[in-house]
């Protein structure tokens, strides 16, 4: 005879998925709330790369998102009422009314309010080893990492007018820009070609093989008809895509773009549910922004708890 799953412990006060900035800074605002919490956290997305933020304020030197993370996790352990959680949701359903149940791998949590953390997943060029480069020296972010490129050899890697577009703005911080398509398409605008090149910016319209460096730091990439091209930094825009399945589970409305669609007070069109960071946005993916979402979102779903006495008529 089959176990049966063990039963839901009693519901926390808010559930949130994704461990990143904003979800640890919604975290904690709700623990500091004396609000009961979970995070979950599966360890990855884009502040678990290699990258530096040099962007936020307070950390006069930089801080690595890694390091940022591994803070405020720490941060968070002194409210014995909110922990983080290793398991990836598999599944959720409920509402407001019932309370939410999240499912993972034969594990059940209830919550009486949900936040969405989820980010999103870029499509970085990949080649052997690429995950070493992510965030050291190939970057997707002009506003984090552009300032410290500026002078140096730049590769922009993308097929469409948005990649056209980066390595315009780039051409303001280095005059040593080349644009590489990686795609079998080439989507880049006669408009948009020409400013090309009267900016002196060359575009090659061929794919990634290889890449040649150390510990992570570009010396070149061998495309597949054999050139090699020697860079320093390497700034992917093959765009982004947002972790909605689980909104998806629960019919959250999304923007045109995609995207979770949120109010000011980071509430999606499903009552009790909330979400934060770069799920909710096609641009301002920054730290700092996700830690001001979560916090927003934290304050909101703080309020919605409230009995109706304790609330504004």
Same mark, same amino acid.
């Given at each position: 005879?089959?176990?049966?799953?063990?039963?839901?412990?009693?519901?926390?006060?808010?559930?949130?998925?994704?461990?990143?900035?904003?979800?640890?800074?919604?975290?904690?605002? @709700?623990?500091?709330?004396?609000?009961?919490?979970?995070?979950?956290?599966?360890?990855?997305?884009?502040?678990t790369?290699?990258?530096?933020?040099?962007?936020?304020?307070?950390?006069?030197?930089?801080?690595?998102?890694?390091?940022?993370?591994?803070?405020?996790?720490?941060?968070?352990?002194?409210?014995?009422?909110?922990?983080?959680?290793?398991?990836?949701?598999?599944?959720?359903?409920?509402?407001?009314?019932?309370? =939410?149940?999240?499912?993972?791998?034969?594990?059940?949590?209830?919550?009486?309010?949900?936040?969405?953390? +989820?980010?999103?997943?870029?499509?970085?060029?990949?080649?052997?080893?690429?995950?070493?480069?992510?965030?050291?020296?190939?970057?997707?972010?002009?506003?984090?990492?552009?300032?410290?490129?500026?002078?140096?050899?730049? @590769?922009?890697?993308?097929?469409?007018?948005a990649?056209?577009?980066?390595?315009?703005?780039?051409?303001?911080?280095?005059?040593?820009?080349?644009?590489?398509?990686?795609?079998r398409?080439?989507?880049?605008?006669?408009?948009?070609r020409?400013?090309?090149a009267?900016?002196?910016?060359?575009?090659?319209?061929?794919?990634?093989?290889?890449?040649?460096?150390?510990?992570?730091? =570009?010396?070149?990439?061998?495309?597949?008809?054999?050139?090699?091209?020697?860079?320093?930094? @390497?700034?992917?825009?093959?765009?982004? +895509?947002?972790?909605?399945?689980?909104a998806?589970?629960?019919?959250?409305?999304?923007?045109?773009?995609?995207?979770?669609?949120?109010? +000011?007070?980071?509430?999606?069109?499903?009552?009790?549910?909330?979400?934060?960071?770069?799920?909710?946005?096609?641009?301002?993916?920054?730290?700092?922004?996700?830690?001001?979402?979560?916090?927003?979102?934290?304050?909101?779903?703080?309020? =919605?708890?409230?009995?109706?006495?304790?609330?504004?008529?």
């Amino acid at each position: 005879m089959s176990a049966r799953p063990a039963a839901p412990a009693a519901p926390v006060d808010a559930a949130i998925v994704g461990g990143g900035p904003a979800g640890l800074s919604a975290a904690l605002y @709700l623990a500091r709330y004396n609000r009961t919490v979970l995070v979950f956290d599966t360890g990855h997305g884009r502040s678990t790369h290699h990258q530096v933020n040099h962007n936020y304020l307070g950390f006069p030197d930089g801080i690595a998102t890694v390091d940022l993370r591994e803070l405020g996790s720490r941060q968070l352990a002194h409210y014995p009422h909110a922990r983080i959680v290793h398991h990836r949701i598999t599944d959720l359903e409920g509402d407001a009314d019932r309370g =939410f149940t999240l499912h993972a791998q034969g594990h059940h949590w209830q919550a009486r309010t949900l936040m969405l953390a +989820t980010g999103v997943l870029d499509h970085f060029p990949h080649f052997p080893d690429w995950q070493e480069y992510a965030g050291r020296s190939m970057f997707w972010c002009i506003a984090c990492d552009g300032y410290e490129n500026r002078g140096r050899r730049i @590769l922009v890697v993308g097929h469409t007018d948005a990649a056209a577009g980066e390595a315009m703005q780039l051409h303001a911080l280095s005059d040593q820009v080349r644009l590489l398509t990686n795609s079998r398409s080439d989507e880049i605008s006669p408009l948009m070609r020409r400013r090309l090149a009267a900016a002196g910016i060359p575009v090659l319209h061929d794919r990634i093989k290889a890449a040649e460096g150390k510990e992570g730091h =570009f010396e070149a990439v061998v495309t597949r008809r054999g050139l090699r091209l020697e860079l320093d930094a @390497l700034f992917s825009v093959q765009g982004a +895509t947002p972790e909605t399945e689980l909104a998806r589970r629960l019919s959250v409305a999304l923007t045109p773009s995609g995207y979770v669609a949120v109010d +000011t007070e980071q509430k999606t069109s499903v009552p009790g549910v909330y979400a934060a960071g770069d799920l909710t946005a096609l641009h301002s993916h920054q730290v700092a922004a996700a830690v001001h979402e979560g916090a927003q979102a934290a304050s909101a779903a703080h309020y =919605f708890l409230h009995p109706p006495e304790l609330k504004a008529g």
